[in-house]
């Protein structure tokens, strides 16, 4: 059992009714259901007795609603003791991101939470932006940073840092003779070969884009990760579709040549994605409490 549970069977044996609760822990009412039948399976007794019109505590449930009001008021206790000594908050956070992600936003995140929690110590992950949600979802990191998702996720909460548009970016050395003011998207997409992302926002808004013209895209290579991208490009061997602080960020972009994207690809918007709930043993939801507490007590927008 975990304080989110216990805060629910204490929230039913007021209302003593699961509509109520499910509301008052934004859940459904099945939710609450399960909830209250595994603390059954796990204390190994009835704790409610259901009827079609009413919910009653059974005397060992009032016993155990005893039990969760005087736990979480502890641990509410315990929080408050924290509140005035910051490093008692010790363990590592889970952090997957990207590398521009790292060289652009980690650092303003990790400044402000070595200077309130330094005893929270950050594990990262470095990887393709797609997979930041898989991260998030499998457990295998705490927060991610990467291009918000533009259909919103139940699970998650997203906090918007920077908005960069889409590019194509070519080696200045290459042979690729377009002018973008004489040429349309579709001119160029056609002929021009392209570099492109295997997954991914950017991937699936070109695709979306060009099915919806009937262009048929020659494409040079794909792969994952915007810094392959790059790479690649640099090679000369086609355009490659990237964010464009990604290619701002990096070490060569003077060696490009940008041609906009944005008219056709849309934007990026940049931030940090995490779950909207803490979840885990009690030490791994005090150091996402912390984290929440980071991210929500600045404007990214603006720093």
């Not at 209250?36 to 019109?53: D, Y």
């Not at 930041?132 to 919103?152: F, H, K, S, W, Y």
């Not at 041609?259 to 909207?276: K, L, P, V």
Request: proline share 4%.
């Amino acid at each position: 059992m975990n304080l989110y549970e216990l805060k629910t069977f204490t929230v039913l044996s007021k209302t003593l009714h699961y509509a109520k609760t499910a509301e008052e822990m934004n859940m459904s009412s099945s939710a609450a259901s399960r909830i209250i039948s595994r603390l059954e399976e796990e204390t190994g007794t009835f704790l409610v007795e259901r009827s079609n019109r009413k919910v009653e505590l059974t005397p060992n449930g009032r016993i155990f609603a005893d039990f969760a009001k005087e736990t979480l008021e502890k641990y509410e206790e315990l929080e408050e003791s924290f509140k005035g000594d910051k490093n008692k908050i010790t363990g590592t956070l889970h952090v997957y991101a990207s590398v521009t992600a790292c060289y652009v936003i980690l650092p303003l995140l990790i400044s402000k939470l070595s200077e309130k929690y330094p005893g929270i110590q950050l594990a990262l992950e470095t990887g393709d932006p797609a997979g930041a949600i898989p991260a998030i979802r499998e457990g295998r990191a705490d927060l991610a940073v990467a291009a918000i998702p533009e259909d919103g996720l139940s699970y998650i909460e997203t906090i918007p840092v920077k908005k960069s548009p889409l590019i194509f970016a070519a080696n200045k050395t290459s042979n690729f003779n377009f002018n973008d003011k004489e040429e349309t998207p579709q001119d160029f997409i056609s002929h021009v070969p392209l570099i492109l992302p295997k997954t991914g926002l950017a991937r699936r808004r070109f695709d979306q884009w060009t099915k919806s013209r009937n262009v048929k895209p020659i494409i040079a290579a794909e792969t994952e990760g915007n810094e392959a991208i790059l790479a690649l490009a640099q090679l000369g061997i086609g355009l490659g579709l990237v964010p464009q602080i990604v290619l701002e960020s990096g070490r060569f972009a003077d060696k490009f040549t940008v041609h906009t994207a944005g008219n056709i690809m849309g934007y990026y918007d940049i931030g940090f994605i995490r779950r909207s709930e803490n979840y885990g043993t009690q030490k791994s939801r005090m150091i996402q409490a912390a984290v929440s507490n980071i991210l929500h007590s600045a404007d990214w927008r603006t720093e």
